[in-house]
């Protein structure tokens, strides 16, 4: 059975770290993408940060991530890390990792496979 499951998200004060993880069970990473998306309350689910499959595992990332976040992967473990730095308030929401086969995008409609969240909350 193909899972995903986050882990790492909590409480963190602003200009704090978090890194989350996603781990891969029931299927190997090698030929997915992997990508962390985040959804606010009252907001639409947006893609964060997304790494390729392919083996430059280029990586995208929204423009209000851009420096502060950095995504990698480790296929020897089956796992996808999100680093999370300097965060802002705004950046509170729940945080999904997702998969898509041989994907390239980090469109929300494109990605098949789902984890079950985890709560980043940015706050003093």
């Known amino acids: 059975q193909l899972q995903l499951v986050e882990s790492g998200g909590g409480l963190v004060q602003p200009g704090g770290s978090l890194r989350l993880s996603c781990a891969a069970s029931g299927f190997t990473l090698d030929y997915y993408a992997i990508g962390w998306f985040r959804q606010a309350p009252g907001k639409e689910r947006e893609g964060v940060s997304c790494?390729?499959?392919?083996?430059?595992?280029?990586?995208y990332y929204v423009d209000s991530v851009k420096g502060r976040f950095t995504i990698s992967r480790d296929n020897a473990k089956n796992t996808v890390y999100l680093q999370m730095n300097s965060l802002k308030p705004e950046d509170t929401a729940v945080y999904y990792c997702a998969a898509q086969f041989y994907g390239s995008t980090c469109k929300v409609h494109e990605y098949g496979y789902w984890g079950q969240g985890t709560q980043v909350t940015v706050s003093s």
């Open positions: 790494i390729s499959f392919s083996s430059d595992r280029s990586a």
